[in-house]
Each structure stands twice: as structure tokens, then as C-alpha cells.
């Protein structure tokens, strides 16, 4: 009995021991242990699709024609020599500026008349932000209801307002269906606006406008000298992303205007769609897609930097 226990001690000890130095990695290591399966899903989601979609805008990716030929930068040179391309570029940086000066100065209006505590402040602030929660889709249906001639409400309210017959093509003449956009953007958005801005109100001490005030510093000069000043990062921080959300126009496009009449209404995303899913050029729109990315890595690279560069001393 005890000489066949004595050979089985030796073998035990190198496992304990492996064990004992695999606990003490994975005691020392396991933060990382818990970030590698979401990297790694991450990279999964993330990194093939970009690689593949980089090779699809170097081949002849098109349902029209079989196989996938190596074309080099003939996509791409499509997508910049197409006159609807340029024009959708155009607009959408038009319709994002558009979008985001009203937005800015309407939420920021917002926020300095609700900053101050009243009767009924958080039922009116409930209602202000429920745009945010509504899907664009049902915005641009609500708003295309709302301004559709003749059935629409708004040219028989304008009508009555004015005095005379309003015949206004709200979706289908210039510059009216690009006033038609802006407006169902800025309703739906201006609320984000409120919100952040409002944040940024809150957390300014009390004591500066105390202090102002004993200086007989007046309203005007006190937001000019001290809300601006106080505000002014969050404010680009606002800006910023929503930018980034504007220049992704799609939806309410849709909706409302079909892209038309013609291509009128084409911002860069509702181009990409109607290239790769409605002529199946997918090639062409993929290029096109990194295109608009790489403009926009660079305009947000651009912001960001101004937005962190470091005071002078």
C-alpha cells in the first residue's frame, strides 16, 4: 500500500504548483481578463466590417456584373466626378449648419428661461423634451401631414393669419422644402440642446452674479462676462455632437421628400443609399461612404482639437 502511494506525490506537486501560478495570474490579470471577451467581440463587430468594406471599394462590387475585378481608385473617382455627389455633399453641410445654429440659439433660449425655479417648471420641461423620444420617421410622417398641400393645416393657418390664399408647396418647391427639413430637424433635436445647455447653466456658482450684481454689473453684460465664459465648453461639446448627428440626415429625408423632387433634396447619406441600395452599385457607394468619412474624421478631428487645445497662460 505505501509503495504505490510514494510514486504518486511527485506528480501531484508540479499541478499544484501550475495551479498556484495560474491562480496568481489570473488574480494578478483579471480586470484584463474581463475586458478581453468584449474587445474582442468589438473587434469582431467593428474592425472586419471596415476591412471588408475597404476592399469592396477597390473592386468591381456590382450586382449588375459578375465577379469582383480590381479596380484601384476608380470608385472613388466616380463618386468625386458625380455633379449629384458634389450637390448632396453641399447641402448636407448646409442643412447640418442650418440645423445646429437654430438649434443652439433655440435651446440655449430654452435653457436661460427655464434655469429659474417655478410653478409647473417640471411638467413644461416634461413637454419640452418629448421630441426626443419620438422616432424620425414619425417626425418627418407628422410634419409631411402637417404641411402636405392641400390637406395639410399649415397653408389654411397661414392663410388665416395673413389675410389671403396661402399656396405654399412645403415639400415640393425651393426654397420651401429645404425650410420644411430644417424645421422638422429643429423641432425634433432643439430639446438635446436644452438639455445640455441647461446642465451647463445649473452648475454656474451663484456667487459670480451675486458678486456681478454688487458691482452693478447689468442682465446683458452679466451673461456677455459670465454665462458665455461658463458655458462656452459645453456649449461646443453640443455642438459637436450634434453635428455629428446632423451630417447623418437621412430619415426625415425619406419621409418627407423622397430625395426629390429629382435630387434636390440628396444629402451625402440619402446619395450612399440610393447608389448601393437602389442601383446596387455598391461598390461606388461604399467608396463614396469613405469619402464621407474621412471628411468627417477630419472636421470632427478639427473640433475636437479646438475644443481641448489648452488655454494660453
Known amino acids: 500500500m505505501m509503495s504505490d502511494a510514494s510514486p504518486a506525490l511527485p506528480s501531484t506537486r508540479p499541478r499544484s504548483r501550475l495551479r498556484a501560478s ?3 495570474w489570473s488574480d494578478r490579470h483579471f480586470r484584463w481578463l474581463l475586458v478581453v471577451p468584449a474587445v474582442l467581440l468589438i473587434l469582431s463587430l467593428s474592425i472586419y466590417p471596415l476591412a471588408f468594406s475597404l476592399w469592396v471599394s477597390f473592386v468591381n462590387y456590382d450586382f449588375q456584373i459578375p465577379g469582383h475585378a480590381f479596380v484601384g481608385l476608380k470608385n472613388f473617382a466616380m463618386v468625386i466626378s458625380d455633379p449629384v455627389a ?5 447641402l448636407t453641410v448646409l442643412l447640418s449648419a442650418a440645423d445646429v445654429v437654430i438649434e443652439l440659439g433655440l435651446g440655449l433660449a430654452l435653457a ?3 434655469v429659474r425655479r417655478f410653478p409647473g417648471r417640471g411638467l413644461v420641461m416634461s413637454i419640452l423634451i418629448v421630441p426626443l423620444f419620438i422616432s424620425p420617421v414619425i417626425v418627418g410622417q407628422a410634419w409631411t401631414l402637417l404641411l402636405q398641400r392641400p390637406f395639410g393645416p399649415t397653408n389654411y393657418l397661414l392663410g388665416q393669419l395673413l389675410g ?8 415640393t418647391e425651393a426654397p420651401w422644402l429645404y425650410i420644411a427639413l430644417i424645421i422638422a430637424d429643429v423641432w425634433q433635436w432643439t430639446p438635446f440642446m436644452f438639455v445640455i ?9 451663484p456667487n459670480l452674479y451675486e458678486a456681478a450684481e454688487l458691482d452693478g454689473v447689468g442682465g446683458w453684460q452679466a451673461f456677455r462676462l459670465i454665462t458665455l465664459p ?6 461646443s461639446l453640443a ?11 437621412f430619415d426625415t429625408i425619406f419621409i418627407m421628400t423622397g ?16 447608389v448601393g441600395f437602389t442601383q446596387f452599385h455598391l461598390s461606388q457607394a461604399t467608396a463614396g461612404a469613405w469619402i464621407f468619412l474621412i471628411l468627417i474624421s477630419v472636421l470632427v478631428g478639427l473640433l475636437v482639437k479646438r475644443l481641448v487645445k489648452a488655454e494660453p497662460a
Open 164 to 171: 389671403h390664399e396661402v399656396t405654399i408647396g412645403w415639400l
Open 259 to 274: 430625395g426629390g423632387p429629382g435630387t434636390r433634396t440628396y444629402t451625402s447619406s440619402y446619395y450612399l443609399y440610393t
Open 86 to 90: 458634389r450637390r448632396s455633399l453641399i
Open 197 to 205: 445647455l441647461l446642465a451647463g447653466l445649473t452648475a454656474i456658482p
Open 22 to 24: 495560474f491562480s496568481e
Open 230 to 235: 461658463q458655458i462656452a465648453p459645453i456649449v
Open 112 to 114: 436661460l428661461a427655464m
Open 239 to 249: 455642438a459637436i455632437f450634434r453635428l455629428l448627428d446632423a451630417v447623418r440626415l
